[in-house]
């Protein structure tokens, strides 16, 4: 084992990101107690850093700040310094990002703020560099102005810590004026489609300029404003999109799944590191345009992410999935010093050493490929990409057929097999990004809702046994049957000692709801119902509405916050409402309160709705989905008999549909009132029948799959 010149208390943590910071000269401590006493014992300020395992910023302020002796001694002396985990205590980052925001009108990671001993926050910032430059004070011009400062004038920076919180405490906590009046979903939601309509780039698909983000809670929302009004154009911008997308750089057409985003407006160069959420978000989207258009191609994608979160982030043997792998690598074993991308680009001279000369014209045709590289150099300000190939799609596989008079099935073997040779080589002579190991429960929540959605397109039953390993593992690691609590990531071979969040619970209760339609397996529904009481208890604003992210016990954090904006996952507030929703018509019992709890959740949001509701796609989705209602499919028969039904229902996109498979169902018949009508029902055969319920009304049993399909048209002149 190496020996190491410096060790402090991180190296006891399970977070990959704290663990890379185990060795720093910096006398880093955990959020917790410990470190709170401490600076109230001593009276010294903390120096708050959140990051994550895979940022590259965070990786950047490393090598030059914190493995720095001399900064170090700096930060020992003055100050008592944190290191959180951004994705293992999102309530903290969330608190401390919306004040940096707030403050500086900007955010991101790493995140440097500075506190008082009892956590109120004085002065923030992003990544810090180390020396003064542009005018601007580096980090170690601010620990000793900063350390003066609160030697000088202790009670001065307390007073303006705790009137910063308050002022973000009437920021958030703000209403619309009185009279205002209520919303119309509708007029919300054409109005966040304008907005979508007016900044779609008609060119290379997306919104806006660079960077760009895949989105999927923008493109989720278009699909179902389609879905409802019948605008071609909503439908148009999605296709469109992700068409792009799937042809760029950002898709990894060597090695399978996405990138984080494009640093371009034409999705070619990414930032390289993969994220567990984008996948599982991309596999809904995807899964969902097939749906809607019936496009192979959408379904190649689909098979494309699932193979690549199966083979780089699962978890052997156990069934949860890993939360992402870093951007930067060694360019080879004979390196020290990582460079973005390292693993995932090529230099021409590489490729034709590779590929047999015959496929040579065709692989650098179709992918771009050139002698001096394909990277614009303004896509590359560190010259880590210099003479490198991101490859993309630059000639579609039809052109190039047509070109060299060739089938496209052809073409598309010969392709596949030379990105086989490129990946091999690339996985056994190429060092591998750092993947981050850990297992956080809401992104797998999220995985099984993708993993349930690629598997109703393709009905292939180890893609569901996927999802059911994933659920399967959380409710045995990261879950008390007893308390019904969730925990909130695993590593290691054990749990994390930090409770689950909001969006654990939301994100999961959405997956097993998704879960239980597609398994039939009643335990995830019971499941989820639980979860959903447990939320309720802990995160539910019983006075205003609303959920908040982070627990009611947990005081080290000074200030709840309730997340209304989408970022790259949706918000926890627009997941619950819809999952209320549903559980509302699953659990008749619940129907009044769970209803009432949706209703008042997104009125809580009414600010955001009326003033910028394309920060609030998801919310916008959930408020449709109450007001045009739910779809409840009931299938009654054997496990055989109701297949084709099944795969008739799986072939439609259907965002507002709920699937009740009645087969050896013993707890729902006794939480609703209508399935135990249904199922009491004499019945002479096995043979399947479908009862469609809308506004808690059921209509005739049907028999016959055309009538099915007929019936889960939705029509938007009688909704």
Known sequence: MAEHKHTNRLRNETSPYLLQHAHNPVDWYAWGEEAFQKAKD?????????????????????????????????????????????????????????YVTYTTGSGGWPLSVFLTPERYPFFGATYLAPQDQFGRPGFKTLLSRIAQVWMTAPDKVRSSGENMVSQLKAFIEAKPASGSHALDPMTVASTTYDHFSQSYDAVHGGFGGAPKFPTPVQLLFLMDYYYYTKEQMALDMVTTTLRHIAAGGIHDHVGSGFHRYSTDDHWHVPHFEKMLYDQAQLLVLYASAYQLTHDPGFLEVVKDVVL???????????????????????????????????????????????????????????????????????????????????LYIKTPLETLASAHDMDVNQIKERIHACNQRLLHHRQTQRPKPQCDDKIITSWNGLMISGLCHAYAVLHDQHILNLAIQAADFIYTHLYDSTTH?????????????????????????????????????????????????????????????????????????????????????????AVSASNLIRLAHLLTSKTDTYMAMAKTTIESFQL????????????????????????????????????????????????????????????????????????????????????????????????????????????????
């Open 485 to 573: 609590i969730l925990t909130r990531s695993y590593r290691d071979d054990r749990a994390s000692t930090i409770k689950g969040f909001g969006d654990d619970y939301s994100f999961l209760i959405q997956g097993l709801l998704q879960l239980y339609q597609v398994s039939t397996k009643e335990h995830y529904l019971q499941w989820a119902a639980d979860l959903q009481e447990t939320q309720n208890k802990l995160f539910y604003d019983h006075t205003e509405g609303g959920y908040f992210n982070v627990a009611e016990h947990d005081t080290s954090v000074l200030l709840r916050m309730k997340e209304e904006q989408d970022g790259a996952e949706p918000s926890i507030n």
């Open 308 to 390: 690549y979160v199966e083979r780089d982030l699962l978890q052997p043997n156990k069934g949860g999935f890993y939360s992402a792998e870093d951007a930067d690598s060694c360019p080879s074993s004979h390196d020290s010093v990582k460079s973005e991308g390292a693993f995932c680009v090529w230099e021409a001279k590489e490729i034709d050493s590779l590929l047999e000369p015959q496929d040579l014209k065709l692989y650098k045709e179709l992918y771009g490929i050139l002698d001096e590289g394909n990277v614009d150099p303004e896509q590359d300000p560190h010259n880590e990409l210099q003479n490198k190939n991101v």
């Open 608 to 719: 955001g709705l009326s003033k910028f509701p394309f920060a609030l796609p998801a919310l916008v989705s959930s408020f449709l989905l109450m007001d045009k209602g739910v779809k409840e499919i009931i299938l009654l028969g054997s496990q055989t008999s109701i297949k084709p039904f099944a795969d008739v229902i799986d072939k439609a996109y259907l965002p507002n549909k709920i699937v009740i498979p009645l087969l050896d169902n013993d707890w729902l018949p006794q939480h609703n009132d209508i399935i135990a009508q249904i199922k009491q029902q004499p019945r002479s055969s096995d043979a399947a029948t479908a009862y469609i319920c809308e506004h808690f009304t059921c209509g005739l049993p049907i028999v016959d799959i055309d009538e099915l399909k007929s019936s889960m048209v939705f029509n938007k002149h009688s909704s």
């Open 42 to 98: 001593e009276n010294k300020p903390i120096f708050l850093s959140i990051g994550y395992s895979t940022c590259h910023w965070c990786h950047v302020m490393e090598r030059e700040s914190f493995e720095n002796e001399t900064v170090a001694e700096v930060m020992n002396k003055y100050y008592v310094n944190i290191k959180v985990d951004r994705e293992e205590n999102p309530g903290v980052d969330k608190l401390y990002m919306s």
